[in-house]
């Protein structure tokens, strides 16, 4: 038990220290960069291109047990969310409690 | 030191109309049950949350730790799935940085970063005066990240509560909160075309390398959007 218990200290640091090392250094490179630098445009539309990069992944290749649900209902239930955001003038709530509540109904069936 | 009239301006976009507490809730709740299932005991899974606070390294780490990954192992593939911190990071900071502000907070403060702070962050900095941003900023971030790890906790303890259907509930909460919000963020064609085209690149390179795709899909995308836009 305390083997494991150990392990598992050790998987929480190594992952934590992957996790710290990006933003880190995210930060010395900020100290040489100027808000109104081209380099720093360019890495704007790098971040948030990776952010959509990772975010369509998580709902058509996702991790976990959202796996177990079919695509077809993320894939609906994505877009139903989006429309339901642009109609109720940006509201957040509705969309992420409704798309909740659905997946685990229709995964219910 | 922290100005705590900034600091607290901050802490309360928790209750804002765009609030991430309740997307962040949902999935820390989610991670909470799940590293419970896979054998962590309490204090494990709060100091997970509170040095990792990033969704999806905590995702991967469960994921590896389940087929017994070796440590360099989960190492590359957290730093995989997370080195999108880093042109986060790049693109936060230089607007956060003032020269009258001690380097230590930005150092510290860098571990907020995560998806929902920082799209929090970039649609309010213009309202903060720049010599303020920073502890705006870590209002932000503390607020988030307290919020992640006490739903780890509630995770963790209704774990026996939770059965599958409903997991995958909450598990749909991020990807629809960080896509609504990625939609309102759409506000220059640079941006937009960033978004879109990484979206769709994103998962294309999933087929080539699913470890890399994330990677090589926003660089590619953010690139071909940047370049779009400056010279068109």
Redesign the interface.
Known sequence: MNEISNNIILVILVTSFATYLSRFLGVISSEKIKETSKIFKWFNCIAYATLAALIARMIIFPAGVLSESAILYRLAIIIAAILLFLITKRNLVYPTVLSAIVLALLNNY | MINSKYFFRGFKSLKS???PA??LG?SFI?IGA?LKNI???LE?SI??TF????L??????????IVGAS?IN???A??L???????????????L?HKSQPRWK??LS??F?A?SA?LIMKSNYQKIEKRHRIDFWMGIGTGTWLTAIISTIIGFLASDYLN??????????????????????MKTI??S???????????S??FLS?EW???Y???????L??FV??FK
């Not at chain 2, 999806?56 to 590896?64: K, N, T, V, W």
């Not at chain 2, 899909?217 to 690139?223: D, E, P, T, V």
């Open positions: 109309l765009d609030s309740l997307a949902a989610a799940l054998g962590f005991n494990q100091f997970s040095l990792t606070y990033a999806p390294g905590s995702l991967i780490m469960a994921e590896s730790f440590l989960i190492f590359l957290v730093w799935v997370n080195a999108r911190l880093y042109p986060m990071t790049v693109s936060l900071m230089p607007l940085l930005y150092y860098c571990h970063i998806v920082w599958k259907d409903m997991m995958i509930g909450l598990a749909i909460v991020n990807p629809v909160y960080f896509t609504c919000m990625m939609v309102g963020a640079q941006i075309l960033s978004i879109i085209l990484g979206a769709i690149l994103g998962p390179f999933f699913p795709s994330i990677l899909g926003g660089i590619l995308a953010g690139s959007a940047y836009g400056e």
